[in-house]
């Protein structure tokens, strides 16, 4: 956990997390720090642990930095990292109590929907799903006193609905609940949620924080380190969840470049999203960035820069158009997860299966940081070529 409030620096965060908070190790004079992976410190011997160290599953100097960062990006009290985005998000659940009452959206990240549908009963946690763009549907779900917790994912998966963190945060508020976001698709580039009146950031660091498809790592970053914190910090001690010191070293590279690869994803997502509203075979193009889509204007209020690097598009074939088309790119390529460099395309209802929101024409993008004209180029022979098929 690091604490970077009090002693923040007069640089941009543009500029802090490109040079990793400016660390370099005292030892050599080496501008990147080492990566310590100790499991357990040696104790003084007058019994003390001085270091401030003891054992690899509370915590580890190389997680702490990243952890520096994360918190920086976000201008966070403080941040904890996980072994996984699930783990982050159920590590905030799980600090609730039995009998506690959440509301989610029902459009949202579905390995986390099933959680809640299914699992979060075994700890007595209760969740009302609701469209979280419709905040007077928010309001009437939560019962005060009982609610505890306010979910929300914005942009959500797989349709990009945006939810209005500042209306949420105030609803939230009043009833004595706390408002945590999802904001692994917004990135703190683009959107930070507790300047926003949000609690807690949730971020599936796996994807753009880290940005190369080879971490699986989860981020909390929080706005107070209150007993609520505390208990989430307890949890991944006592659960063992903690990021590895390896995984921590490389998404804290990934971060040193968060902005400009975000910002040129997101310039793509942009320029492919208005393209693909003029194309024959799509019927309708999901990006937050068009005029068109229902959230639009609280998302440029509310991500400044930006609209990210998600959109989906609509095939007018249906659902056997999706999947040829899929199969016929040879540039993008046909995987889940998001927010990496390489662009990502998936039939998005295949994965997620029964009771899914996402409609079976639709096909999920990720855009990465190629030229947006080979991208372009390549899906919309894929599209021809489906269509003709
Ligand atoms: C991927 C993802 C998660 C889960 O992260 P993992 O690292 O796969 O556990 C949660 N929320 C969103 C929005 C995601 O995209």
Request: hydrophobic share 45%; aromatic share 6%; proline share 5%.
């Amino acid at each position: 956990m690091s604490d970077n409030r009090s002693d923040r620096p007069r640089w941009s965060r543009r500029t802090l997390a490109a040079q990793a908070m400016g660390r370099h190790d005292a030892a050599t004079g080496a501008v990147v720090s080492p990566i310590h992976v100790a499991s357990t410190f040696l104790r003084d011997p007058d019994n003390q642990y001085r270091s401030g160290f003891v054992y690899g599953r509370p915590d580890n100097q190389t997680v702490r930095e990243a952890e520096g960062v994360v918190a920086m990006l976000e201008e966070a009290r403080a941040a904890l990292l996980f072994s996984s985005g699930m783990a982050a998000a159920t590590g905030v659940f799980l600090a609730l109590k039995p009998g506690d009452h959440i509301v989610a959206p029902e459009v949202m990240y579905w390995a986390l929907r099933k959680w809640l549908l299914t699992d979060a009963a075994h700890w007595g946690l209760a969740t009302s799903f609701v469209d979280m763009s419709d905040a007077d549907a928010v309001r009437a779900v939560i019962e005060p006193g009982r609610t505890k917790l306010v979910w929300a994912e914005t942009p959500s998966n797989p349709l990009w609905t945006i939810a209005d963190i500042a209306a949420l945060a105030e609803i939230a508020h009043e009833a004595g609940a706390r408002l945590a976001v999802d904001s692994t698709v917004a990135t703190p580039v683009f959107t930070r949620p507790l300047s926003l009146g949000a609690d807690i950031v949730m971020h599936a660091a796996t994807k753009a924080l880290n940005g190369h498809s080879d971490v699986i790592a989860g981020a909390l970053a929080t706005g107070a380190t209150d007993d609520f914190w505390a208990r989430i910090e307890n949890n991944r001690r006592m659960l063992g969840c903690i990021l590895g010191p390896f995984e921590a070293f490389l998404l804290m590279r990934g971060m040193r470049t968060l902005d400009m690869r975000v910002r040129t994803a997101s310039i793509s997502a942009l320029d492919l999203a208005q393209r693909f509203a003029e194309h024959p075979d799509i019927h309708e193009v999901l990006y937050p960035g068009l005029p068109n889509h229902p959230g639009h204007a609280v998302a440029a209020r509310q991500m400044r820069g930006g609209f990210g690097s998600m959109l989906s598009i609509r095939a007018r074939g249906g659902e056997r158009a999706a999947i040829e088309t899929a199969a016929k790119v040879t540039l993008w390529k046909r995987a889940t997860s998001l927010g990496g460099v390489e662009s990502l395309i998936e039939h998005r209802a295949s994965i997620e299966g029964a009771g899914s929101p996402c409609p079976p024409d639709l096909l999920r993008l990720s855009v990465g940081v190629e030229d947006a004209d080979d991208l372009y180029a390549d899906l919309d022979a894929a599209l021809r070529a489906a269509h003709r098929s």
